[in-house]
């Protein structure tokens, strides 16, 4: 039985073949740090690691190649963001459907006397962005969101809330894991001073790549998360001023910059409208069959537009955990299942404490896999008798 990876909104899978070759090439052909050799195969390193800053700028509209800086992964860049910017007395706006990557940072802020509130989303996990007015106090600073739901996908109103912001003086944080790579995203347009990203999802690099763009004015108030050797000033021990050297200290994970580069050259010549096309279809369809399902919920938009390639669902006669089971153990259909890290987002949806099944879509699905995963779910969901 060959599996099936519908769980492209935890990490996509597969991705294109020249990310592992582009890591392989620098792991035996290369192998050198940057900012601390002067030789060839470091100048060759540090030029692939400008282009892929290059890259993210021109992906992102970013401000300036400068001002993206590579993490780990998305969680460490709002990590970075969130305790670098918020002091004591700061008031923050977050959407009801936030990821624990923004919660929990603005939970522990809390204890430094940091406060948030958070905008109210319908069941649909649409923001009501009516109720923004009424959510401001003289000390808000920041809103914090993410531009589509990890639970449900449903977009959220990036640009309309960035607008709001700058009328009324805030900072706009963006969280794009689930949207980079698939749709359009522009600092600019949307209003962002600081945009979070992963590598490892629609950007279909691999894991342990991430980072964040930013204001170069934004720089300045920002106090760096972590601080030591970046290769750059070392006849100082204060952290350099300027950037990206200022949010990067240690050694960058080079290997899987590779990967990104390799991925983002790939998502460049395939075009990200062709991969929201073909994801957005995958859902339709998707939704479409389930909707003919008994004994199961589907939970979010009725439809494939405006939201991310995510779809939960919630059987009505059973705990999804048993239905996610037998998925991977008798069908082979590989999901994700329970609270996705997202707890509040559950909360909105109606489908705490529970949680949902998640199938989510990527580049490399095909209708006739979704079309297997329809068949197994109809199957399991007529099932009368679980334990």
């Known amino acids: 039985m060959e599996p099936i990876y519908l769980d ?60 993206v800086a590579f993490t780990k992964n998305i969680t460490e ?41 958070r905008i109210p989303c319908r069941p649909d996990g649409t923001l009501m962005t009516e109720r923004l007015p009424g959510l401001l106090r003289e000390n808000t600073r920041a809103v914090v969101m993410l531009h589509a739901s990890n639970v449900c996908g449903t977009l959220l109103p990036a640009a309309e809330v960035g607008a709001f912001c700058r009328e009324n003086g805030l900072l706009f944080l963006l969280d794009t894991a689930q949207t980079a790579g698939a749709f359009p995203i522009d600092m600019e347009a949307m209003g962002a001073d600081a945009l979070a990203f992963t590598g490892h999802k629609g ?63 790939w998502l460049e010549e395939t075009g990200i409208d062709a991969i929201r096309a073909h994801e957005q279809a995958l859902t339709d369809r998707f939704l479409r069959g389930a909707a003919s399902i008994p004994n199961l919920r589907l939970v979010g938009l009725a439809g494939a537009e405006n939201r991310a390639a995510v779809v939960p669902v919630v059987p009505e006669n059973t705990d999804p955990a048993f239905v996610a089971d037998a998925l991977g153990r008798e069908f082979g259909i590989q999901v994700r299942v329970g609270l996705h890290c997202a707890p509040n987002a559950h909360r909105t949806l109606g489908t705490f404490p529970t949680g949902a099944i998640r199938f989510s879509f990527g580049p490399y699905n095909t209708p006739g896999q979704v079309d297997r995963a329809l068949e197994a779910l109809d199957a399991l969901c007529r099932r009368t008798v679980w334990l």
């Open 77 to 117: 860049s709002l990590n970075v963001l969130l305790k670098g910017l918020l002091r004591p007395g700061d008031h923050v706006l977050v959407s009801a459907m936030e990821h624990n990557a923004v919660m929990r940072p603005l939970t522990q802020l809390t204890r430094r006397g940091v406060t948030f509130d």
């Open 8 to 67: 492209n909104a935890s990490t996509s899978f597969p991705k294109p073949p020249q990310v592992a070759q582009a890591m392989f090439d620098y792991v035996t052909g290369c192998g050198c740090n940057i900012g601390r050799g002067g030789y060839e195969g470091a100048y060759q390193a540090e030029e692939t690691v400008l282009r892929t800053r290059q890259q993210l700028c021109r992906l992102f509209h970013g401000p300036d190649s400068r001002c």
């Open 203 to 265: 950007l279909m690099g691999p894991q342990g790549t991430g980072g964040f763009l930013l204001r170069p004015e934004l720089a300045a108030q920002l106090e760096p998360l972590l601080s030591g050797g970046t290769g750059s000033a070392s006849h100082s021990e204060e952290v350099p001023s300027f950037l990206p050297d200022r949010f990067e200290a240690g050694t960058l994970n080079l290997p899987g910059i590779m990967g990104l580069h390799a991925a983002l050259t």
